[in-house]
């Protein structure tokens, strides 16, 4: 008895010690390294599951396979970030095999498709995702992206407001965050706001596209204040602030996003042209 208790204790240990360095690499890019990370704690998670229903303890053998199905799904996503499509998307099925009602892994699916360039079937699985969770600005961001991809702009513009005017329900939606520029905020202490940056920048993208540039600057200004480590609005802010000739606060945002990015070519090509204007 205390054999398998110390089996169970260490495959815990060690599942809940991959799945973090799993969530830490894919944060910071490193998707070969979160890729393993997740497949062992998922492996390990599935184990003690199978052990826990042999013996005939179904609540908590379901508990760790919610954890293993939780970690397989970013597998998934590590799978995606690394452009290995065809397994990913195998990944996201099997996951809705099983939870048929699931719209993260709804959303999931519409990611991998978008990226196949199948986006009438990233639309319609997004359509699905919304059936389960219609208030999610998450999966209207996503929806909103396909349609700027496919050239949809007044309906991507029309999605994007959507999402914007919804107020986030989960947790995971809102963010604590701390402005540091005087092109974006004045107010320096910390606030909570929903998580809506990646909206933001993307209704940016379809106001460019417009020729709205003032419109599209104001949109990565307020991505930039929910996140204001949100390396494309940094970029793409700067340029637009280099076209309006506020060479000073775009010098900001390229510096910034160097810190971000050490070797982004296009911020230290912004950086260095804002040295010179300023120094005219």
Known sequence: MAKMANKFKELDRTAEEKY????????????????AAYGEAADAWKEMADLLFE???????????????????CYGMALFKLERYVEALEIVDAALELKPENP???????????????NEE?????????EFDPKSPKILTNKGIVYFRMGFLK????????????EPRKASDWACKIPRFSFFSRNKAPVMKPDNA??????????LELG??????????????????????LLSGGDLLCEFAEYGEAFKC?????????????????????EVKINE
Do not use: Q
């Open 20 to 35: 973090k360095k799993g969530r830490i690499s894919f944060k910071v890019g490193r998707f070969e390294d979160a890729l």
């Open 55 to 73: 013996k005939g303890k179904e609540t908590r053998g379901t508990e760790f396979l919610e954890k293993a199905m939780e970690a397989k799904s």
């Open 104 to 118: 993260t892994e709804w959303s999931n699916r519409g990611f991998v498709l978008s990226a196949m360039g199948r």
């Open 122 to 130: 990233a639309l319609e699985t997004f359509e699905k995702a919304l």
């Open 155 to 166: 309906k991507a513009l029309e999605t994007f407001d959507r999402a914007l005017a919804t």
């Open 198 to 207: 990646e909206t933001w920048y993307w209704k940016g993208n379809v106001l």
């Open 212 to 233: 709205e540039k003032e419109k599209a600057l104001n949109a990565f200004k307020m991505a930039l204040e929910s996140d204001p480590d949100h390396l494309n609005s």
């Open 254 to 274: 390229y510096i910034r996003a160097l810190k971000l990015s050490p070797e982004n070519e296009a911020a230290e090509k912004g950086k260095e042209l804002c």
